[in-house]
T-cell receptor, first 113, second 112 residues
């Protein structure tokens, strides 16, 4: 059981380049989330989704776009990367009710130069 | 969203009990309290969740007083492998991880 898988694990981008981070979960969870974590800080919510075809903004959505075309996948896009987006990105998923335990992926370390 | 306040860091020794307190003065009636653990270069991992009084699982205990304005995570007999950052989250039950704020957490260092 893989849980939450993020692709890629590491990436270096030049300023202005674009890229997409992929998150896949195999637990049939309704909710999925994208967070960023800067050094020495907690996680900040970028965008989240409460189901296939739906997305919503979190605390720090500017500069990012997301899509949830399939229930198991949640994509995070950077259209024009900036050095301020250098961070570790975490994806998570959870069930819609019952327990609210969120399962996290291993993270993607992104550096924008 | 309920704002949480935790100590920035704590030190302990192997075998001791560690208590980490989180303040959440503006917790709402339908908010639950959830604690996560994060090791370096890994995603956070769920530890425990509660609404009131006391909750215990195989890893930790969570104590919540009647006014629910604070909570205490208790880790019994810690080991070196418990060195990590611990986050307290407060938010609605069925959208906890989506609507809650992680904050900067408490860095626990366990010494031999």
């Amino acid at each position: 059981n893989a849980g939450v898988t993020q692709t890629p694990k590491f990436r270096v981008l030049k300023t202005g380049q674009s890229m997409t981070l992929l998150c896949a979960q195999d637990m049939n969870h309704e909710y999925m989330y994208w967070y960023r974590q800067d050094p020495g800080m907690g996680l900040r919510l970028i965008h989240y989704s409460v189901g296939e075809g739906t997305t919503a903004k979190g605390e720090v959505p500017d500069g990012y776009n997301v899509s949830r075309l399939k229930k198991q996948n949640f994509l995070l896009g950077l259209e024009s990367a900036a050095p301020s987006q250098t961070s570790v990105y975490f994806c998570a998923s959870s069930r819609i009710r019952g327990d609210t335990e969120a399962f996290f992926g291993q993270g993607t370390r992104l550096t924008v130069v | 969203l309920a704002k949480t306040t935790q100590p920035i860091s704590m030190d302990s020794y192997e075998g001791q009990e560690v208590n980490i307190t989180c303040s959440h003065n503006n917790i709402a009636t339908n908010d639950y309290i959830t604690w996560y653990q994060q090791f370096p270069s890994q995603g956070p991992r769920f530890i425990i969740q509660g609404y009131k009084t006391k909750v215990t699982n195989e890893v930790a205990s969570l104590f919540i007083p009647a006014d629910r304005k604070s909570s205490t995570l208790s880790l019994p007999r810690v080991s070196l492998s418990d060195t990590a950052v611990y986050y307290c989250l407060v938010g609605p039950h069925n959208t906890n991880a989506g609507k809650s704020t992680f904050g900067d957490g408490t860095t626990l260092t366990v010494k031999p």
